[in-house]
């Protein structure tokens, strides 16, 4: 049969010169065909599509050959009914349209996917020309999913106030931000959470504070649930401004966490939960509810988290997500130009290393301000500002962060960003070469007597605020003290010289050391090895990739 043999014997048959704005070229309008042309029969037409459906053009430049066209969306998913129409298009970008030439343009398949479409195509012709690609798109009605109830059992330390109404609240406050949908992008998911039974207090075995690997697995072994603690300062590894933390994929609820401003701990508790789900952070979009920072607009799940979300936990790894640097790296995180609204922000596994590292001296001089002249106007953010000197690593940090952890500071915010300059003053060290920060960093591990010295304002606040009968008890001296020195002890793994690696294997059996930085400095131990092996960056990166197996 031939070509012609297959058009309408009743349409008519045209050729046309080309327009005037037709461009030359490569392919122009001449082609080896006839051309027909028809008109909508009446009474032809189907019924008016039902769902919600959505148009693109997309100018793919100029191709030849077979390609795999891959458009990212997050508009379409597997049940998508996706049409695809490509042609040559004309230049001025998709506005200007399309004609047609004689390069044959062909569509092979069309595969939707979550968040995505692919599309096969072939273009037939000697040399590249453009290409652009029609999409409809059309997601037919479906039934929303039936709502699930997730009964969660709430456990907090002895240390921290937690009642059964602040639990009820966050609960619900968990609930409110995956069923609202908030925006466009937002996928309304009817999950309730409702407490199981009494809050209850961890077991005296488990840590108020959260420094080690093995304090963390006695934490997550304290049953199922999500535990409130004093601080966490290891989640796949020792990190600073840590507010919650959770195995990604999990048989069962199993979030630790710690108060938080309390218009966003359900959001750091649907957050975790969402890594027990299985999912990892996600940074296309800053107001996702698991992107790595908390905010108040953070209230947006796609429809594969929503999915997630509704089938509940399962095992998939068993792993942290890894302190200071999210499993994606620094991909879709945007650094602020102004270091100041770097340190504004609350990441909820620890400050990424990856951007704090990019700032330098300038930008150190503009947080030595903030950390010396006005610490009590930024005290909500200390953590963060004594983090990132140490991440930047030059040497006009160490005097001051010194004399930060020597101050007479109290109160928790600023304890824990003690213990944090404490840390990052071996991340300075290894940068900077500073043999002060070395020298101090030693101390601290070793010596009881200045850990206790050091934590003794802390103390005294502590046993002032759980005498006010808040039902809880204020950790001891030497808790707090051995507290600083474990810091300190994972500081010096840090810092990769030949003298501090030597010092963490020694603190390993020192009688003389506090029996919590002897257990601190075995898991150190390995990761001074690795840090002194490989450096610094690379032990960063492979925390980030690996999740932290060292």
Request: glycine share 10%; net charge negative; aromatic share 6%.
């Amino acid at each position: 049969m031939a070509p012609n043999d297959r058009l309408d014997p009743e349409a008519l048959v045209l050729d046309r010169p080309r327009t005037p704005d037709q461009p030359a070229g490569s392919s122009d309008l001449r082609g080896p065909w006839a051309e027909a042309e028809a008109q909508v029969e009446e009474g032809g037409l189907q019924p008016a599509l039902s769902g919600t459906g959505f148009t693109y053009r997309h100018d793919w430049g100029a191709r030849r050959g077979e390609w795999l066209l891959r458009l990212n969306w997050n508009a379409i998913q597997p049940g998508s009914r996706v049409f695809v129409a490509i042609g040559e298009g004309v230049p001025g970008g998709p506005p200007a349209g399309k004609f047609i030439g004689a390069a044959r343009y062909t569509v092979h398949n069309v595969a939707p996917r979550w968040n995505g479409v692919d599309v096969w195509i072939n273009i037939e012709w000697s040399s590249d020309i453009s290409l652009y690609v029609d999409y409809l798109i059309v997601n037919p009605p479906v039934a929303p999913p039936a709502p699930r109830t997730v009964a969660v059992t709430v456990h907090r330390h002895s240390s921290v106030a937690l009642s059964e109404a602040d639990a009820d609240r966050i609960l619900a406050d968990m609930g409110t931000i995956l069923q609202n949908d908030d925006t466009g992008p937002d996928v309304a998911t009817p999950v309730r959470f409702v407490r199981n039974g009494e809050v209850r207090v961890l077991p005296a075995t488990v840590p108020g504070t959260i420094q080690t690997s093995a304090d963390l697995t006695a934490l997550l072994s304290a049953g199922s649930g999500i535990k409130i603690v004093q601080a966490i300062r290891w989640c796949g590894g020792p990190g600073d401004s840590i507010i919650g933390c959770a195995p990604v994929g999990s048989a069962s609820v199993n979030v630790a966490a710690v108060r938080f401003t309390a218009n966003q701990e359900g959001l750091i508790w649907v957050h975790e939960y969402g890594h027990n789900c299985g999912l990892g952070h996600r940074t296309d979009d800053p107001r996702a509810v698991m992107y790595p920072s908390v905010g108040t607009d953070h209230n947006v799940v796609n429809a594969a988290e929503s999915a997630a979300y509704l089938a509940g936990p399962l095992t998939i790894t068993d792993n942290v997500m890894p302190a200071g640097g999210c499993s994606c790296g620094a991909g879709g995180l945007q650094l602020p130009a102004d270091v100041r609204d770097f340190v504004s922000r609350h990441w909820v596994e620890g400050v990424p290393w990856e951007l704090a590292s990019q700032y330098g001296e300038k930008d150190a001089r503009l947080l030595l301000d903030w950390l010396v002249q006005e610490p009590q106007q930024h005290e909500e953010f200390l953590t963060q500002i004594v983090a990132t000197l140490g991440y930047i690593g030059s040497e006009i940090a160490v005097q001051p962060l010194i004399d930060f952890v020597q101050g007479p500071g109290t109160g928790r915010a600023v304890f824990n960003a003690k213990n944090t300059a404490l840390l990052r003053l071996g991340d300075l060290a290894n940068r900077s070469g500073s043999q002060a920060a070395l020298d101090f960093l030693v101390r601290v591990a070793g010596d009881m007597g200045l850990a206790r010295a050091l934590a003794a304002p802390q103390a005294s606040a502590e046993a002032a605020e759980a005498a006010k009968g808040r039902d809880v008890v204020a950790p001891t001296l030497d808790t707090l003290a051995a507290e600083l020195a474990v810091a300190a002890t994972f500081g010096l793994a840090l810092a990769g010289t030949a003298q501090s690696q030597q010092t963490v294997e020694a603190l390993r059996g020192d009688a003389d050391a506090f029996a919590t930085v002897n257990q601190a400095a075995l898991e150190a131990a390995g990761i001074a090895s690795t840090v002194r092996a490989k450096g610094r960056h690379a032990y960063y990166k492979m925390k980030a990739e690996h999740r932290h197996q060292l």
